[in-house]
């Protein structure tokens, strides 16, 4: 009786970590499992479009937000970057920790790149609000 009470209760405990792992993968994967804050850095606030600048790349590549959303850059490593939009510098020289904000006006493809680094690309695409 006491056993199959536990077991019971074990069973259901499997269940709900299996629905709470289901739901974790369905919402990171349709986001794209990068492109929003995690919240681990106050600056940024969690759920945010967010773009990494990390092994000399931007993280993601992509990334589709709406017009007036505040996109999040943030420099993760020692290397000097910048935030280019459409070729024009727009954040000036990013060190490691630095974070840069940018709010996209118009809707379109924009591209952007770093000064220093001619492999950093990224494609921000911005939807009509
Ligand atoms: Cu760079």
Not at 29 to 50: E, K, Q, Y
Not at 72 to 90: I, Q, R, W
Request: charged share 20%; aromatic share 6%.
């Amino acid at each position: 009786m006491h056993r199959s009470l536990r077991l019971g209760l074990l069973a259901a405990a499997i269940g709900i970590a299996a629905l709470a792992l289901a739901a974790c993968g369905g919402s990171s994967s349709s986001s794209g499992s990068t492109g929003v804050a995690d919240g681990s850095d106050s600056r940024i606030p969690a759920g945010a479009p967010f773009i990494d600048q990390d092994r000399l790349r931007f993280i993601p590549e992509t990334l589709r937000v709406k017009v007036g959303e505040t996109v999040y850059f943030k420099n993760s490593e020692t290397a000097l970057h910048t935030v280019n939009v459409d070729g024009k510098n727009v954040s000036g020289n990013m060190k490691k920790n630095d974070v840069f904000t940018w709010v996209f006006q118009e809707p379109g493809n924009y591209r952007i790149t770093c000064d220093y680094h001619p492999q950093m690309k990224a494609t921000i695409t911005v939807d009509p609000s």
